[in-house]
């Protein structure tokens, strides 16, 4: 079983991040500041890391953006399963 790769792009993820913010409407000033701090978070919680899964990435990134709005962060944890 070949298991697919990915490399980390910190630009990528607040790009995505603030996609989504303004989808939901939220002000592009507090979208940047927090989407900032939850990716600042993020990075310095994986860079302690050998290893680290496209599922746990998720997690963390999750579980950081809850600190600051919690609908941005459902909306990231369903992202792949919004129809």
Do not use: H, W
């Amino acid at each position: 079983m070949k298991t697919k790769k990915f490399e980390f792009d910190k630009e990528a993820l607040v790009k995505d991040l603030k996609l989504e913010a303004k989808a939901l409407g939220i002000p592009v000033g507090a979208a940047d500041v927090f989407v900032e701090k939850a990716v600042t978070a993020t990075c310095k919680k994986i860079s302690q890391k050998k290893i680290i899964t496209k599922n746990d990435l998720e997690r963390i990134v999750c579980q950081e953006l809850k600190k600051y709005n919690a609908d941005l962060a459902y909306v990231y944890q369903i992202r792949d399963k919004i129809i």
